[in-house]
């Protein structure tokens, strides 16, 4: 087992703290990501929706001049 001295831990220790500041920033990109995913996501089933609406009523109303 190797021994280490107060310096080497001092120096794993703040490499972990900023690979933890590293993963802490992803997440945070992530989860901004996550978000601009879903609005995206509602937006388009909202035009989706409103699309098959008018489509139906183009529809119903098309078949009614006959």
Same mark, same amino acid.
């Given at each position: ?7 080497? +831990?001092?120096? @794993?220790?703040?490499? %972990?703290? =900023?690979? !933890?500041?590293?993963? *802490?920033? +992803?997440?945070? @990109?992530?989860?901004? %990501?996550? =978000?601009? !995913?879903?609005?995206? *996501? ?9 699309f098959k609406e ?13």
């Amino acid at each position: 087992m190797k021994a280490y001295t107060k310096a080497n +831990l001092e120096q @794993i220790v703040m490499m %972990q703290l =900023e690979n !933890l500041n590293a993963m *802490n920033d +992803l997440l945070s @990109i992530m989860k901004l %990501q996550n =978000e601009l !995913l879903h609005n995206a *996501n509602k937006k388009l089933k909202d035009e989706i929706s409103e699309f098959k609406e008018k489509s139906f009523k183009y529809q119903t109303s098309k078949g009614n001049q006959k």
